[in-house]
């Protein structure tokens, strides 16, 4: 079992920035694959970026080149750096992980409001 607990989640002015992070707990060696998603009102959760544990890394295309997902060395936090935040960004952002032989795991997800 994995537990995952996003943050840094907030209300930005378009252009601005946020870093979210989150960590994991529990079986985290077990972990090969970390990933953010987002959920807008009214839409599909989508991924957002997504990182291997041999750090492959993948975006959607809509944050590439805004957006940078990164996991430290012990491989239990993963963060994902967001600039130039557009109001199209707004969402709850959930934390994601694979893990061997259990499947995918959630965290409770971080609003992200970008708003002037």
């Known amino acids: 079992q994995v537990q995952l607990v996003e943050s840094g989640g907030g209300l930005v002015q378009p252009g601005g920035s946020l870093r979210l992070s989150c960590a994991a707990s529990?079986?985290?060696?077990?972990?090969?694959?970390m990933a953010w998603y987002r959920e807008a009102p009214g839409k599909q959760r989508e991924m957002v970026a997504a990182?291997?544990?041999?750090?492959?890394?993948d975006y959607a295309d809509s944050v590439q080149g805004r957006f940078t997902i990164s996991r430290d060395n012990t491989k239990s936090t993963m963060h994902l750096q967001m600039n130039s935040l557009k109001p199209v960004d707004t969402a709850i952002y959930y934390c994601?992980?694979?893990?061997?032989?259990?499947?995918?795991?959630w965290g409770q997800g971080t609003q992200v409001t970008v708003s002037s």
């Open positions: 529990g079986s985290t060696t077990s972990i090969i694959a």
């Open positions: 994601n992980a694979i893990v061997l032989q259990h499947g995918d795991f």
């Open positions: 990182i291997t544990y041999d750090g492959r890394i």
